[in-house]
Structure formats: structure tokens, C-alpha cells
């Protein structure tokens, strides 16, 4: 069936020029498996059974997207602080509004966001960096966090922590043989972007019997055999809290990973967008590699390793992902490497402004004397708890099923289960479904068709040969988590049985 497809689909196409066969080699072998085949097919689903309620023809009434970390799908309503601030910014007369609609807090902070753009409206360009105002409170945010100063001068607001990614990457790939080391597994934006610049993804392996730990004798020895088959490594890529795996990375991986970078001359590129999402603060808090970094007591380290850290809105606990904003830091970064990352963002003109908005929000909340502080707090208090106890019940959940283990998820939105499928199962459902595919692959596309529940193959972010898992996020409500199990559950059991043989 799917062969006659692609005939009948290449046969359609023929003397087309903007067709994948004429397309960059490097745009057709990237692979995004978040938003993948399994993801596309749900979406089919989803809309089947919303044009046809009664006779969409599947086992069940709804699909439940559990593929993507995505809280505004999921979660209650936004912060109210931010989405005043957000619409007074959007449309200032409400600020004059007689009847004084918002605190005065929310006010001053539009008015001051408004003050910092060139002329006094968020929908005209800003500087390619983004805006001064919020460079500044960022800078402000990392100086309390951490203990050390931050120039806002190195600071770049960015369309979410992937648009900053990008540009480091395309920066530091130069050719084919520039490297890159990421973890496995790995969230697929580093693979995927890797390809799409023609360098070498150079995979080091966390280790899931110590909490999904970075292994740093896994680190040493990837790079050693990546120099041995010709390949510059050039940069590593940590996430931490870990996507898709769950876990914070203690202090001494984080200074052992700096000390590698200093040994190889690696640039350390820091994704930490889930540094709020932190379930277990007093046993496994988030710990900064920049805090780490400038506080090493080798000079050496901290005048010289390269670091850019990355954080965005999209996570943590306001979830603002569809507002597209981030941001990314420099440390010991040269001059010349800062103007070239100028360059690119100066290309793309600036990013958007609500979202350079957002992330001021974010790193500048109401304080105890503003009149916002009382609603700001409960708010974020009661959706960080939430947060924490689906972490706590998709973990205890999934550990109940037969052939299915998880790790504790320390921190982030996903778990990052382990499925047992015994070989014979495994190379009976590859060859039944046949395709270029993953047994868990095959095993996420069935959950979905047979009970209507996304979550992506591990084989998409990359795991240890003869080892299968998937991602869910903890996102779905509380009272949809039992059921979703238990159908999990089931699932299993089904899937084994009717690939044994």
C-alpha cells in the first residue's frame, strides 16, 4: 500500500521543480521525529474524527497528544500578569481605560516596554539583539541567579531556544567534518539542525542505570574516535534539566563536562529552557553550567572555556511556547564570533516582539510590593505543584506496568520510559509493517491507531542499540493519566502477543 502511494505520489510530481527530488539533500535526511509520521498520522485522526464524530471508523473518541511539550494545550490559564502586561503592550488605550482595568504595576511595566522600542509601538523592528530593556533584565536575572554579573551587551533575545541553537550551529559547522557532540538520547533539533548544515553529529551516551547522568568516559571516547575518523569536534551540547530523559545534572558532571571542554576546545553550548521545571529542589536543584563555569577555581577554566547558554518561555512554568521567545548568553566568545552571530540575527532582521516582551516578563516578576505579587504567586505556585505531582504520578503509573520501567523525572515535562520487546518480537514488527523502521517505531504507531494516545519513539532522539523507549510529556491532566496508563498497559501486553510469532 504504501509502495503504490509513493508511485502513485512521484508519478503526480513528475517535472515539478520545488519537489523533494530536487530539493537539498541535507533538508530531505533531516528527521524531526516530535512533529514526525506518528504525529502527522494523529493529526489525520484527530481530524477525522472531529468532521465525522459517528462514523469515523476508529476505537476510540478522541486523540491525546502527548507527543510534545506543549503546557498551553494542557494547563490552566496563562500567568495573568503576563497576558496583561501583554495586551496593554498590544494596545495601549486600554492603560486609559476610566475604569482602570489593571493594577498599576502592569501599567508601569507595558509603559516601560513600550519606552525601550524606537518609537513607542511593539509592532515596529527592534535591534537585531533585541531590546535593550530586556537584555538588561536578563542580565539582571543571571546576576541573581548565579552570583556573577552579565553584560546585556552579550545577550540576544531570540524567536524561542531554538532560533538561538540554529544560529550557533550554522556558525561553528563549517564543513562536513566539524562535529558536534550530542547526548543520546538527545532532543532530535540538534540532529536534525546538524544535518541541515552538512556537519557531524557525534553522539556520547547518558547513562539510564545513574539517572540518565552524562556518561564523561562515553564523552572522552566519542570525541577521541571522532578525531580518529578525520572529524574537528568543535562544540557539546548539554540539556539540562534533560529532554527527553527528565533528569538534572549534578555539579560534579557539569564540572566534568567544562573540564572536557577546556581539555578538547570544545565551545559548550547549554540548553537550560527547563530550569524551573525542578520536582525534587532540595535532593536535585538545577545548577547552571555558567554558575559552575564562573565559579571554578582554575582561572584557566573560567577565562577561557566558551560557553552560550540558552533559556526560553516556552517551558518552566508560564509555558508560552506559541509566543516564540528566548534568549541566548556569551562567555569568553571572541569578537569576531559574536559579529558573525550578529550577522545572522541582523539577516533575520529581529525577532518578534511579543515574544522579546515575554521573555522581559519572565525574568522580571512582580515582586512582593507590586499589586500583581499575591495573584502572580499563587498562580505559579499552584502550576509548578501541579507539575510536580504528574511528575510523580506518570512515573509511579508507568512503573506499574509489566515490561515497562522509568527513571524518577527530576525535572522538565517528559518521561522517558524503558519497553521491554524481545527480539522476536521486535524483527517480527519490522517486517510486518514493511518499512525502513524502529521496533518502537512500529509500537507508537500501533498505540496510536489502536487507542488513540501520541507519545514518540525513543528511536527518534537516539538510544542505545537493543534498548526501546518512548517520550511522554506529564502534561495531560491528572484525572486523564490512570486511564491513559492503564490503556498503555494493555497495549503492551497486546503488542507482544501479536508479534510473537
Known amino acids: 500500500m504504501k509502495q503504490k502511494a509513493d508511485s502513485e505520489q512521484k508519478e503526480s510530481e513528475a517535472g515539478k521543480v520545488f519537489a523533494a527530488e530536487n530539493i537539498s539533500s541535507s533538508i530531505r535526511n533531516a528527521r524531526y521525529a516530535v512533529r514526525g509520521a506518528i504525529v502527522a498520522k494523529a493529526t489525520e485522526i484527530a481530524t477525522a474524527i472531529k468532521s465525522k464524530p459517528n462514523e469515523h471508523g476508529y476505537p476510540f473518541s478522541r486523540v491525546i497528544f502527548c507527543n510534545i511539550g506543549n503546557p498551553q494545550a494542557f494547563c490552566p490559564p496563562p500567568i495573568t500578569f503576563h497576558r496583561q502586561v501583554l495586551a496593554c503592550v498590544l494596545y495601549p488605550p486600554l492603560m486609559e481605560d476610566k475604569n482602570q482595568l489593571f493594577p498599576k504595576d502592569v501599567c508601569d511595566r507595558a509603559k516601560k516596554l513600550l519606552a525601550s522600542t524606537a518609537h513607542t509601538n511593539i509592532g515596529a523592528y527592534t535591534n537585531s539583539q533585541g531590546l535593550k530593556c530586556s537584555r538588561e533584565s536578563v542580565a539582571q536575572f543571571l546576576q541573581r541567579r548565579d552570583g556573577f554579573a552579565s553584560d546585556a551587551d552579550n545577550i540576544f533575545l531570540i524567536n524561542g531556544a531554538s532560533a538561538g541553537i540554529s544560529y550557533c550551529l550554522q556558525c561553528l559547522i563549517a564543513q562536513p567534518t566539524d562535529g558536534i557532540l550530542i547526548p543520546i538520547p538527545q532532543y532530535p533539533l540538534y540532529s536534525a539542525t546538524i544535518t541541515l548544515c552538512k556537519g557531524t553529529p557525534v553522539n556520547y551516551y547518558l547513562d539510564e542505570s545513574n539517572d540518565w547522568n552524562a556518561d564523561l568516559q562515553s564523552i572522552e571516547q566519542s570525541i577521541v574516535e571522532a578525531k580518529n575518523k578525520g572529524v574537528r569536534v568543535k562544540a557539546i551540547v548539554v540539556i539540562n534539566p534533560g529532554n527527553p530523559t527528565g533528569q538534572c545534572m549534578s555539579k560534579q558532571c557539569i564540572d566534568g ?245
Open 257 to 501: 563536562i567544562i573540564a572536557i571542554a577546556r581539555k578538547h576546545r570544545l565551545v559548550i553550548l547549554a540548553d537550560e529552557v527547563y530550569q524551573e521545571n525542578i520536582y525534587h529542589q532540595d535532593a536535585y536543584p538545577f545548577v547552571s553550567f555558567r554558575k559552575c563555569l564562573l565559579s571554578a577555581k582554575d582561572a584557566d577554566i573560567v577565562d577561557n572555556v566558551e560557553l552560550i547558554s540558552f533559556h526560553s518561555v516556552s517551558k518552566g512554568i508560564f509555558g508560552e511556547c506559541g509566543l516564540r521567545g528566548g534568549y541566548l548568553e556569551l562567555i569568553n566568545i571572541a569578537k569576531s564570533g559574536k559579529d558573525m552571530l550578529t550577522k545572522l540575527a541582523s539577516i533575520n532582521l529581529c525577532p518578534n516582539t511579543i515574544g522579546q516582551c515575554m521573555v522581559e516578563l519572565m525574568v522580571n516578576p512582580p515582586t512582593e510590593k507590586d499589586e500583581s505579587y499575591a495573584v502572580f504567586k499563587q498562580q505559579y505556585e499552584t502550576q509548578l505543584a501541579s507539575l510536580q505531582e504528574r511528575a510523580k504520578i506518570v512515573t509511579d503509573a508507568l512503573n506499574k506496568i509489566d515490561g515497562v520501567s522509568c527513571n524518577t523525572v527530576y525535572g522538565a515535562m517528559y518521561a522517558f520510559p524503558n519497553i521491554t520487546i524481545p527480539e522476536t518480537v521486535a524483527q517480527n514488527a519490522i517486517k510486518a509493517y514493511q518499512g525502513d523502521v524502529a521496533a518502537d517505531f512500529v509500537y507508537c504507531m500501533e498505540l496510536l491507531l489502536q487507542y488513540g494516545i501520541v507519545v514518540v519513539a525513543g528511536s527518534g532522539f537516539g538510544q542505545k542499540d537493543g534498548t526501546f523507549h518512548f517520550r511522554t510529556t506529564i502534561l495531560p491532566p491528572k484525572d486523564q493519566i490512570a486511564s491513559l496508563t492503564q490503556s498503555l498497559a494493555k497495549f503492551h501486553a497486546e503488542f507482544l502477543q501479536k508479534y510473537s510469532t
